[in-house]
């Protein structure tokens, strides 16, 4: 008997059913840049009009092992938004905003239904970037992935004048640096985390966390905040007085911020100055995790650090709070010879 | 004992080492666009000077199931150029530039010698796409891959002038259609092909096969084409007579032909006008593969497919020959209602 791709692991149909099905989605996230439609083969946008010296900016992540969350639980339209996060979060600590989003699913056997699930979450992600998903690549990889495992890899384009850059070049000594909150762990350290919460401490994904007001599993799944619309209103509020963003990822506060400040200086951030989410603590105890190791490995809360000069900290906190973001004044810029992160 | 990331499986100082091993392999790939180093929040290009209405165009793909004859024969270094390739393949098809290139790599373990001669491949595709490896991202996931696997995914980005803009409009009733060689079976239909040469014919990827003058892993992993440097001497040498470029992958010459043929219009190619290369008729007999199942799954030997007027095919193929590719007629564009390829 003849062998087909089908019988050798590969379901064409099932592959074009999804295609079929991601259309919409993808429309719905067009912007006026967007030339062609999903498909061809190639995603075509312009630059926005009336730029001077337009720069490119990319980034690509993935989501880590959260994915293993969303595969115990079963629910996987929001792994999609952290995607589209982790990748956004990134282009816009450069000043830029956002254009296009492309997206790699690999499965080794394709589940229409599961596949939608979470190109649907990376949709909303890009709607909620104001960026557009131009494309995407589904890979059916037979004997690659156990069977209901599935990986993703993101990739964003932003653009910016290149005068407005962001580096960090602007921060000076005295200058505040404003922490904007994270909604939890976002996609980072979930290795370290589910080793403690599930393996050590035998939690259940679906056990309820009368602290937390919700299971287990929702408060690992809660969504990677974007922080495009957050930018954009800080940068129109600012302008040039917005001195530098640092997008809060793995290496934590201790690698990510000294990365936008310049050298002879170092942040100093005072831990008081808010309280930090229990799901942190929970981790901390049920390990035992040590503060250093935790410091390293996790947000803590904040999810987006901001510099600005000291007499611009009220107008960055206003513009924050009406981008709907909880913010406060974390630390500020000090001289050091070291420039690693002060704990105070 | 207090638990740490490393001990939950995640090695933040490999992936620092593998950082520092990047680092020279990436800024050899530089283009004078490129504004910051890999390292930061995100990587930055210019645009290329002059442009009067620039199109970003962007492709995203993997490299399928060829990483499993990787894996299996051990030769991680030139992976990398078929993720490359696919990507920045599709790119040129719409005239464009390509620009810069980001790679996502993950695994379950990262060893560092595996993922340097991963990314040492693609940089040597970049090079030879003449695009700029930009940044990239290095995912370590304890218990998502076997020990010894990994996935990639690759992003290609480049430019084009909206006016020059190839999508398949330019071409007309009696153009012609040059075929340009592929280097085997660059990177579809992977599965199909394992199945048949390794699971019915009993195969090994070490065995000497005479008539390949090669192991059989050697011609399975064989790197895919990069078309970049022929494209752009097509379309210096050719001007508007370029009427548009169809990159084969996954769905052969069945669908991507059509894909670049207006309505009313369809592809007719002589499959006798080349000498199918011998890999194909083996995965046909030894399957045995029917006829059209072989057509919809492989490139049978064709990688890019060049629509010209008539009177262009001979400079058309001269440009080809200048550029280091074998190219020759394959076909022409013929009046048809269900635009479909025909095979004569």
């Known amino acids: 008997m003849a062998i087909t791709y089908r019988e050798a692991g590969v379901d064409i149909d099932a592959g074009e059913e999804l295609v079929r099905r991601i259309g919409p989605l993808a429309r719905a996230t067009r912007i006026p840049e967007v030339l062609a439609d999903v498909g061809g083969f190639a995603g075509l946008c312009r630059l926005p009009g009336g730029m001077q010296e337009p720069v490119l900016v990319s980034g690509t992540d993935g989501v880590g092992t959260k994915l293993e969350v969303a595969f115990a639980t079963g629910v996987h339209d929001t792994i999609g938004i952290d995607l589209v996060a982790m990748c956004v979060n990134d282009v816009v600590t450069t000043g830029a905003r956002p254009l296009f989003f492309l997206d790699y699913f690999a499965a080794g056997r394709l589940e229409v239904d599961v596949a939608e699930a979470v190109i649907r979450g990376i949709a909303r992600g890009c709607k909620d970037a104001g960026c557009a998903l131009l494309g995407g690549e589904t890979a059916e990889l037979p004997g690659m992935y156990e069977p209901g495992k599935y990986d993703l890899a993101g990739f964003a ?4 004048e290149r005068a407005s850059i962001l580096d960090g070049s602007r921060v ?23 080793r403690v919460l599930i393996d050590v401490m035998k939690l259940d994904y679906a056990s309820h966390l009368a602290e937390f007001g919700c299971t287990l599993g929702e408060a690992l799944l809660r969504p990677t905040r974007i922080y495009a619309r957050a930018v954009e209103a800080l940068s129109a509020k600012l302008g040039d007085r917005l001195h530098a963003l640092a997008h809060i990822t793995g290496g934590g506060l201790v690698d990510n911020v000294p990365r936008v400040v310049p050298s002879g200086l170092a942040p100093r951030l005072e831990l008081a100055s808010y309280e930090r989410p229990r799901l942190f603590d929970l981790i901390a105890s049920g390990g035992p995790v040590e503060e250093a190791e935790l410091r390293r490995t996790f947000n803590l809360g904040v999810g987006l650090v901001v510099a600005v000069p000291r007499e611009a900290a009220g107008e960055a906190l206003d513009a924050l709070a009406a981008a709907g973001e909880s913010a406060w004044l974390l630390g500020d810029v000090v001289a050091s010879t070291s420039g690693e992160t002060l704990f105070t």
């Open 157 to 160: 384009v932003g653009v910016v």
């Open 172 to 194: 000076r000594e005295g200058d505040v640096l404003v922490g904007v909150a994270s909604s939890g762990l976002h996609s980072n350290g979930y290795s370290l985390a589910r």
